[in-house]
């Protein structure tokens, strides 16, 4: 299983990028999808997830701003950022929860990371 993330780059504050994260291999299930960021110097903090459901929630410093979604055919997940602040610069990962089997438990799963920039 790998997840591949995509889409990141450069852009000026108040502007809009979205990056993308798609599961291949071979598994059954995929549950939560989510986005993670890491700025240089700082933990790893979740941005947003979403359930195998469609429900969505976002930390308190993208409500309104990020949005993210999923389209269970293409196993993508979909982060549009909007209203982009320098703050919001960071490598952003995707992880998702994926049952490899039915017999077998899900766990959790990592991307590459995709670097997204914010000039002011």
């Known amino acids: 299983v790998q997840l591949q993330a995509s889409g990141g780059g450069l852009v000026q504050a108040g502007g809009s990028l979205r990056v993308s994260c798609a599961a291949s291999g071979i598994f059954v299930s995929i549950n939560d999808m989510k986005w993670y960021r890491q700025a240089p110097g700082k933990e790893r903090d979740l941005v947003a997830v979403v359930t195998g459901y469609g429900s969505t929630d976002y930390a308190d410093s993208v409500k309104g701003r990020f949005t993210i979604s999923r389209d269970f055919a293409k196993n993508t997940v979909y982060l549009q950022m909007e209203s982009l602040k320098p703050e919001d610069t960071a490598v952003y990962y995707c992880?998702?929860?994926?049952?490899?089997?039915?017999?077998?438990?899900?766990?959790?799963?990592w991307g590459q990371g995709t670097q997204v920039t914010v000039s002011s």
């Open positions: 992880n998702a929860e994926i049952r490899v089997r039915w017999d077998r438990s899900p766990r959790h799963y």
